[in-house]
């Protein structure tokens, strides 16, 4: 298995709005920091990738991390 990369998803991988409480899909805006993307293809092929936050806001259904082409 190839090592573990574990990226924090607010401020590292999302934009924080602090201004927005909740869960971030149901803010009126999101946006990715600028070198996220890159950073995750970069690593992905080194890498096993995962994401965490610490929001304490926990769903019923697994999160699903989708990777653009």
């Known amino acids: 298995m190839p090592p573990v990369v574990l ?3 607010g ?3 999302m934009r924080d709005f602090h201004q927005y ?3 971030m ?3 009126p805006e999101v946006a990715p920091m600028s070198l996220g993307i890159q950073v995750v293809r970069t690593l992905g ?3 096993r990738q995962e994401m965490g936050n610490s929001s304490g806001i926990r769903v019923a259904a697994p999160a699903v991390i989708v990777r653009q082409p």
Do not use: A, K, N, Q
Request: charged share 35%.
């Open 11 to 13: 401020d590292t991988m």
């Open 25 to 27: 899909c149901d803010w």
């Open 21 to 23: 409480s909740g869960r």
């Open 7 to 9: 990226f924090d998803w």
């Open 45 to 47: 092929e080194l890498y």
